[in-house]
């Protein structure tokens, strides 16, 4: 179905025939009017004479001030018109000054209530922010502990969902911690999927460019199925135990006083 080409008008507007009926209307007129057969049954009585007075004039460059019938009540308006032949008139409502400011201050009200909504869109954001941030530290904890030794104990599947948490979060915090070795702790790790995988390739990639070395610890036995390429193509060092590599951060520690 065809749009009518008055229908997105921001104003009252209507098309008439040369007998006042009305053809097409805006969907701001709708709103105000109804659907209304003929133009003049909108006015109020002492509008009528003036209306068809006026507009059976050629065209006119000055509106006419009509005075118009809603369900709200009575509307004032000025109401520009052009012959478009002499089959079809075209008109168009500027609501008068009362109505014009009425609206306006309603604009303003709306305008207000949506920066409220924005102001508290923006809060929860905040606190939405700040709770990811706290998953992100539960998911994947960093832990200095010394020797420039930085433990990740992972928790729970090394799935596509925990990766998109944790990624943001890890190589940050492990260069804020000025990390020389990196332990990643598989202990506590459930199932490791091929996103998985390929987060730790990354990870460990982007530790060798900082010059970081990284550690695998607790692996399993279904961990170590899809794990033993990347220690073929990486050179990557796997631990049997953190035990074994929390003693050597100890001896560092031991070594260097710090």
């Not at 909108?42 to 003036?50: A, I, N, V």
């Not at 433990?151 to 799935?159: A, M, R, S, V």
């Amino acid at each position: 179905m065809t749009r009518s080409p008055l229908a997105e008008w921001p104003l009252p507007a209507f098309q008439l025939n040369n007998s006042f009926a009305v053809v097409d209307q805006s969907l701001e007129a709708e709103q105000l009017f109804g659907k209304p057969k003929t133009f003049f049954e909108l006015l109020d009585e002492g509008s009528r004479p003036k209306a068809e007075r006026w507009l059976k004039q050629s065209d006119s460059k000055k509106p006419v001030e009509l005075n118009f019938i809603t369900a709200a009540g009575f509307f004032l308006a000025d109401v520009h018109y052009r012959w478009d032949s002499d089959f079809l008139l075209n008109l168009v409502l500027v609501p008068k000054d009362e109505q014009m400011a009425a609206s306006m201050a309603q604009l303003v009200r709306l305008r207000g209530r949506l920066k409220e909504t924005d102001y508290e869109l923006l809060k929860e954001k905040e606190r939405a922010d700040a709770l990811l941030e706290k998953v992100r530290e539960l998911s994947a904890p960093c832990i200095a502990i010394g020797g420039g030794y930085v433990l990740i104990p992972l928790f729970g599947n090394l799935n596509d969902k925990k990766v998109k948490a944790i990624r943001p979060y890890i190589v940050t915090r492990i260069y804020e911690y000025a990390a020389e070795t990196v332990v990643i702790d598989l202990t506590a790790m459930g199932t490791v999927t091929q996103e998985g995988v390929r987060y730790l390739e990354s990870l460990v990639q982007t530790l060798g460019v900082m010059g970081i070395d990284a550690v695998i610890t607790g692996v399993k036995p279904e961990h170590a199925r899809k794990l033993h390429l990347l220690r073929r193509e990486m050179n990557l060092r796997f631990e049997a135990s953190l035990e074994s590599v929390l003693s050597t951060a100890t001896e560092k520690i031991d070594e260097t006083g710090s």
